[in-house]
């Protein structure tokens, strides 16, 4: 994992076995019937598959029928914002983002602005969010408290213990709940003084945020900003709360995301959510950070370290121009590292703790194509290089270093929204575009999908993209079951205006 000898074998991403293999015969029975799939496909192979509908009698037919009469008696109103004023960040016009302070968003007019770049599908920074909320701590020991409180001893003394990813080796170590939380604050090394980056993903590890923490999950609703959409309760225009109460949902959160951060860039092991593209919106509060500071001494050996590792980069890549041995899928031109001064050298005190990188939906394509073109070059579990690309962004395997985003911008004229997330702001993400962040110090955020009328394209459009992957693909996991909360919000909104219409007309 630092340049040592003998070099690890290169990783696969994915494994296509099962998938590989010849599909078994599954067919309709004379009369019409379907029988279990054969166990060699995960069924049993004897019993008939009962075929059942989840909703009445011609309930689809008939809700089609109202939503056009509406339609009919009613034209949408006109987009009457015309202009809006942003917070750019620093560059060039096309990379400013509309950036408002919370105390504004309740504002009709704000709402306006907000929907304008929304349905352009524009990145949201909404400043100030903690400011307007009870004070609860968001501090990781306090939340591990509140947790063990709010369950049983039985569940509690699970708690002790938690997994979390080694960002260096990129798979799940255990470790002491409480030790865990100290190098959150204090930070943690290896023998050889590299800095150990641990995260938790999906915080307590519950379906149940609001269970587990009712206060806080309170306090992170309280927070949200444009509540028309982000609510995970009352949401008016998320469309993931208009599912029935009946019906299964699938989990849109509140979780937590704890991890260690450093303000620079590793190269290796960096503490990073790596390129992905979510299925549906979301919006990402910084609640809680602390920084770790380097002694002279790990930063003397970091640097030593960081030398092993450009070597090892350098001779792997000359091994591959003469074995002539591309990364799958990719097309096999390869070029050395170059290595850059730090995009985080000289931050201010006041300066952000998450770097956050942001693409448009419309850079995807050529964005693919980079990073097939260079897989050879990322390193992925155990810091083996990246040796197969099933889909660039789905797998996430790729986080774009600050000198790997210069040669995108250098060989296909891409730039991402590029900003750092300061302490309290909340981040949304449009469905579609894909993103990386990287920690600059120890973070403690909370994020929530929602669904947007805006974006309900790009869902149904990444429902079959994923639907498409193969059968084991760690983005298969998703669920989103998008065309069933489009039916039950077209079923709510039209009874909500006939309701409306018939209080007005008495």
Not at 5 to 13: H, I
Not at 239 to 266: N, R, S, W
Not at 370 to 385: D, G, I, K, M, W
Request: net charge negative; with cysteine; charged share 30%.
């Amino acid at each position: 994992m630092h340049g040592g000898n003998p070099q690890p074998e290169s990783c696969n991403t994915q494994s296509l076995d099962r998938d590989s293999e010849i599909p078994f015969e599954w067919v309709l029975n004379k009369d019409g019937s379907v029988f279990c799939p054969p166990e060699e496909m995960g069924g049993c192979g004897s019993c008939k598959l009962e075929l059942k509908c989840l909703l009445p009698e011609n309930w689809i037919s008939l809700l089609e029928e109202r939503a056009e009469k509406v339609l009919r008696e009613y034209k949408p109103v006109k987009d009457v914002s015309d202009h809006t004023t942003c917070a750019c960040e620093e560059g060039s016009k096309d990379k400013c983002l509309y950036c408002p302070d919370s105390k504004d968003t309740l504002n009709e007019e704000e709402l306006l602005h907000f929907q304008k770049h929304w349905a352009k599908g524009e990145p949201v920074i909404v400043r100030n969010v903690l400011e307007h909320t009870s004070g609860l701590s968001w501090e990781p020991m306090v939340m591990w408290r509140a947790l063990c409180e709010n369950t049983d001893s039985q569940i509690s003394s699970r708690m002790s213990d938690v997994k979390a990813i080694d960002c260096l080796a990129g798979c799940e170590v255990e470790i002491s709940t409480r030790k865990f939380f100290k190098g959150y604050t204090e930070g943690r090394r290896y023998d050889n003084y590299w800095p150990e980056m641990l995260k938790l993903k999906d915080w307590p590890p519950s379906d149940s945020f609001e269970d587990f923490l009712p206060r806080h999950c309170d306090e992170f609703i309280r927070a949200l900003p444009f509540q028309e959409y982000t609510d995970t309760r009352a949401g008016f225009l998320n469309l993931a709360v208009k599912l029935p109460a009946a019906v299964i949902k699938p989990d849109m959160g509140p979780k937590t995301y704890v991890a260690y951060g450093v303000k620079d860039e590793l190269g290796r092991g960096d503490s990073v959510t790596k390129l992905h593209c979510d299925m549906s919106d979301a919006v990402n509060i910084l609640t809680h950070t602390a920084e770790v500071d380097l002694c002279e001494e790990q930063c003397q050996a970091i640097e030593l370290l960081k030398e092993k590792h450009k070597s090892q980069d350098e001779e792997e890549s000359r091994a591959r121009r003469e074995n002539g041995s591309p990364c799958k899928s990719g097309s096999g031109n390869d070029t050395s590292f170059s290595y850059h001064k730090n995009e985080t050298q000289g931050r201010s005190e006041n300066s952000g703790a998450a770097l956050w990188d942001i693409f448009r939906r419309e850079d995807v394509p050529k964005l693919k194509e980079y990073l097939v073109q260079h897989a050879s070059e990322f390193r992925h579990t155990y810091c083996c290089p990246v040796n197969q690309v099933i889909h660039p962004v789905h797998d996430q395997t790729f986080y774009l270093t600050s000198e790997h985003k210069l040669k995108l911008k250098e060989e296909y004229g891409l730039e991402p929204w590029t900003f750092e997330q300061k302490l309290g702001e909340a981040v949304f993400i449009p469905a579609g575009c894909p993103h990386q962040v990287r920690n600059l110090k120890s973070c403690t955020k909370v994020a929530a999908d929602f669904v947007s009328p805006e974006n309900l394209h790009e869902c149904l459009r990444l429902t079959e993209e994923f639907r498409k992957l193969p059968r084991e693909h760690r983005a298969r996991e998703d669920k989103l079951e998008i065309k069933k909360m489009i039916l039950h919000a077209v079923d709510k909104a039209v009874e909500d205006l006939q309701e409306l219409t018939s209080r007005i007309e008495s």
